[in-house]
């Protein structure tokens, strides 16, 4: 086991019982929530606690979870099999502290999703943009070709039924995240990698520690397996170095294994022809807005290839797949005015996002309202957010939204200062902390024709739900 990985005592083995009692310590995270269900259909007894309900929580219960909203450690039974905690759970946790007392096991989130995926064929999509549209995209096709996927994605795909699904094929199609060295648990036949870039650098401190990861990330591939990395990254070639198994490439250019040209943007709608080592694959569309979607749909395609999924069954998945929520997702539409929200929370993301938005909406007046997520991502990118919102015509900020964040961090750092630095890059930029008065200023000022989007990993998607009711 690596460095970087907290060791747990007693490592999670999948044992498939029925009645063995699983508690779920933060059940109505993405992640936490998506292997619970999961195991719920698997005959586990599942109980879990959480600071506050969530629609997660709620289908948690309605198929037959117990839950919590409080962590005082009260709730904790000498049932208990096991505890699961996400790597956002701290030791000072009181459920934690209870655990521990009783001589509980502990395991990470990340454990037994591996022990999940090792009784099936894997296949992980890491990197640090993308991984849960190209998570979404591969399920879709999967289980458009009738292969009956399981999978565990950071969002929520209502085509698909959700964040997560107990399939009974063959493949489980996991989202690999890097944060606290979790994909370093899973064993994939198939991987990808979308990107590298600097990003949770409370945990990796530098650049070069996240290579490395992913590098270690890139050797767990089986010899017989692919790895399938985006070729116009820099950071890539260095981690590939560990790899064991065949590599493809993807990008929108002729240097790759797997390219695409854009043929025209309609309405949102990308149409792009697809080429395999310089032979024509196919025409293919997607709903979904921008370039980088366009990479994710390379990926996809790649992947799904390799494991037998025809070219047909690929194109009919692509173009009616509609999304997860949260990225790019129309909330609404009310007095002609657009409301979307999306999850990006890092500099690239906010970008490509804002640019898709100004490709699909090239007239319209664009009003990004973004939370910045943590503390000490906010200061260490601090310079990459300042210009990152150059395609929106107004930018509103909310107060940064505090995870995982010491005390140090947020005296570090506050909403004014990234107020200032962007408006020294030439956007015109307020900031309004609260999200009440957000809404308020907004339904104010904008006007029929405009674009809203919302943007961050925190909250800020009352924002736009909230704006959808009161335009109404």
Not at 214 to 223: K, N, R
Not at 413 to 422: F, H, S
Not at 451 to 463: R, S, Y
Request: charged share 20%; with cysteine.
């Amino acid at each position: 086991m690596q460095a970087y990985i907290s060791v747990i005592e007693r490592p999670f083995k999948y044992q498939p019982l029925n009645g063995r009692c699983i508690y779920f310590i933060g059940i109505g995270g993405i992640g936490m929530s998506a292997v619970a269900r999961i195991l719920i259909k698997e005959g586990y007894t599942v109980v879990g606690s959480d600071i506050r309900s969530s629609s997660l929580t709620y289908s948690l219960e309605k198929m037959g979870a117990k839950i919590y909203t409080k962590q005082d450690g009260s709730c904790m039974t000498s049932e208990t099999d096991t505890v699961v905690i996400s790597a956002a759970i701290t030791e000072d946790n009181p459920d934690l502290i209870t655990a521990r007392k009783m001589g509980i096991k502990v395991a990470k989130y990340s454990q037994i999703l591996g022990s999940l995926m090792k009784q099936k064929q894997g296949i992980a999509i890491s990197g640090t943009h993308g991984k849960t549209t190209t998570s979404a995209m591969i399920s879709t096709i999967l289980k458009t070709a009738g292969l009956d996927p399981t999978f565990v994605i950071g969002g929520e795909v209502p085509d698909i039924g959700g964040n997560s699904y107990l399939g009974r094929g063959k493949f489980f199609v996991a989202e690999a995240c890097e944060y606290d060295s979790s994909f370093l648990n899973l064993t994939p036949q198939v991987g990808v990698i979308t990107n590298i870039e600097e990003d949770h650098l409370d945990y990796y401190e530098n650049i070069e520690k996240i290579i490395n990861a992913f590098g270690e990330f890139a050797s767990l591939i089986s010899e017989e397996g692919l790895l399938v990395v985006n070729n116009h990254d820099n950071n890539i070639p260095i981690a590939l170095k560990r790899a064991k198994c065949k590599v493809e490439t993807f990008s929108l250019d002729k240097s790759s294994d797997w390219r695409a040209e854009r043929i025209s943007t309609i309405n949102g709608t990308n149409k792009f022809r697809i080429y395999r080592k310089d032979n024509y694959f196919g025409d293919f569309s997607l709903r979904i807005p921008g370039y980088h979607n366009i990479l994710n749909a390379l990926a996809a395609t790649a992947v799904c290839t390799f494991v037998g999924v025809d070219k047909d069954t690929i194109n009919l998945s692509l173009a009616s797949y509609n999304g997860a929520n949260r990225r790019f997702q129309i909330i609404g539409i009310r007095n002609n005015i657009t409301i979307i929200d999306d999850y990006a929370h890092h500099p690239t993301e906010i970008y490509v996002t804002l640019k898709a938005a100004r490709e699909f909406y090239p007239n319209k007046k664009l009003w990004c309202v973004f939370q910045p997520h943590q503390y000490s991502r906010t200061r260490r990118l601090l310079k990459g957010f300042a210009t990152s919102f150059k395609n929106a015509d107004k930018v509103i900020l909310a107060d940064i939204y505090a995870a995982r964040d010491s005390e140090c961090e947020q005296a570090a750092i506050n909403i004014t200062r990234l107020c200032e630095e962007i408006k020294n890059s030439g956007t015109d930029v307020q900031c309004i902390p609260k999200l009440n008065d957000i809404i308020n200023a907004l339904l104010s000022n904008i006007e029929p024709g405009d674009i809203v989007i919302t943007i961050g990993a925190g909250d800020i998607w009352k924002v736009s739900n909230e704006l959808v009711l009161s335009l109404k």
